[in-house]
């Protein structure tokens, strides 16, 4: 199954939604591991929309197309890959790091499992 290799949290006030801020988070989570090996990678996400477009073939006209057709890009730079939906409540440690950003206004990246202790909400 693998491990996780990184976990990342921001707040960003700029955006308008949350499928927005999703697929920017999975777009700098690809990129960052991009910068640091090529090996196949399974990314897992709650935000349905996101997994949709991301697994989608067919050009993307929505408000995030840009940022999807970047992902998809950096995508098929990997030996491989698998986009998943998973259940927000399997995935608790991304789940409080967002949290954590939106609460705190603080962004942070944190490699080989050396993540901040997360709290409970």
Known sequence: ???VVFS?????RICGLVEEVECLA??????KELSSFTE??????YCLAMVQMLN????????????IKE?????????GFKISK?????NTVAHSLGQIGRREL????????????????
């Open 106 to 121: 603080s962004s942070g990246l944190s490699l080989k499992m050396s993540r901040p202790a997360c709290r409970q909400f």
């Open 1 to 3: 199954l693998g491990e």
């Open 8 to 12: 990342g949290w921001s707040s960003d």
């Open 71 to 79: 992902a998809k890009r950096m995508l098929r730079l990997f030996r």
């Open 26 to 31: 999975a777009f700098t989570g690809i990129r």
């Open 86 to 90: 998973c259940n927000r409540s399997a």
């Open 56 to 67: 989608d073939y067919t050009p993307n006209r929505s408000p995030n197309c840009i940022i």
């Open 40 to 45: 196949p990678i399974w990314l897992k996400s």
